[in-house]
């Protein structure tokens, strides 16, 4: 008989790579780790790992156990889901991350609607970028998670186990306080500020400056929407800025109409083994709801604002 611990220390040496992550993870000691591995390879009788310069890649075996993990695992997750559609109360914890822009605006729509629909839920959020925030749900540290894709950029995983729900699409609109430019190529010129390298949403907007014939001149980078908004605002630099920003208050900067590549799609991730459960689905509604609201908040913000 395996020890079901010890294959979630496998399952998460699997998302996280290295035996300080897991151990940070787990909050467990390196050694502690290592400990729990040494045990499941005489569990086993198998070797589980080996090393691949400073870190440690699974063996043939131990991503067959690992594979068979997940399966438990899932058959877990469904439990809680009978479990928790079997009582009349909903009630208890769901933890959820977010993009910076749905932190701002979706969430606290969300903690309002609950607080009055179904004060017994409690969401515990963070905000993180999705190339944190989905491996964190695959290894269980979040039930929920509001992420983005841009075109041409899909989800980074393809795990089977993870369930996507379109939430919105949002409109990414140039921000430039010179009103005379009526287009992205005449842009070519002008200073920008984008996203760290990298960043699907760098690489998308990089794309497109590219397609309109020029290397955009990114002068500032930062992950901050707020700080781009800001940028743009005082006439320091362009931005592509989302029509998510503009959920609670007006734009002060001119934007662009934007051509239908200019958008990206807000998701909601989550287990597929855990799609049922009372919780996830209640959130799921209020997170579409909390997207309806900012829809006509957004209309009546920009009003004319668009060239």
């Known amino acids: ?48 790992l080996e090393r691949d310069g400073r870190r440690v890649r699974l063996t043939p075996q131990a991503e ?27 009630t208890g914890t769901l933890r959820v991350a977010a993009f910076q822009t749905a932190m701002l605006t ?3 729509a969300v903690l309002t609607w609950l607080r009055a629909a179904h004060p017994g839920i409690r969401i515990e959020a963070t905000q993180a970028e999705p190339d944190t925030a ?13 992420d983005e894709t841009f ?20 409109l990414m609109r140039l921000a430039v306080r010179d009103t005379a430019v009526r287009s992205l190529p005449e ?9 760290p390298l990298g960043t699907p949403a760098r690489q998308w907007a990089e794309s497109l400056c590219h397609a309109a014939g020029f ?9 901050d929407m707020l700080v781009h908004a800001r940028l743009a605002t005082q006439g320091h630099a362009v931005a592509f800025l989302p029509d998510l920003l503009w959920a609670d208050n007006a734009p002060d900067v001119p934007l662009l109409q934007p051509e239908r590549v200019h958008r990206r799609t807000i998701w909601v991730t989550l287990r597929a083994a855990s799609a049922d459960h009372p919780l996830v689905r209640t959130v799921l509604s209020g997170l579409r709801h909390a997207a309806e609201q900012a829809e006509e908040a957004i209309s009546r913000h920009l009003g004319n604002n668009n060239q």
Not at 215 to 223: G, Q, T
């Open 64 to 90: 067959i156990l690992v594979a068979h993990t997940k399966t438990v695992l899932q058959q877990l997750d469904r439990a809680r889901t009978e479990i928790a559609a079997s009582l009349h109360e909903r």
């Open 215 to 223: 290397e955009p001149d990114v002068a500032f980078e930062s992950a």
């Open 187 to 195: 842009l070519a010129r002008h200073p920008w500020v984008m996203e």
């Open 134 to 146: 989905l491996p964190a749900l695959l290894a269980r540290d979040l039930d929920l998670v509001v």
């Open 151 to 170: 075109p041409g950029h899909p989800h980074l995983t393809g795990e089977a186990e993870l369930s996507h729900h379109v939430l919105r699409e949002d």
């Open 106 to 108: 979706l969430v606290p």
């Open 1 to 48: 008989m395996y020890n079901l611990r010890r294959l979630e220390v496998l399952c998460e040496l699997k998302h996280r790579g290295t035996l300080a992550a897991v151990a940070a993870a787990m909050s467990y000691s390196p050694s502690a780790v290592s400990q729990q591995l040494t045990l499941l390879e005489s569990e086993v009788g198998a070797s589980l």
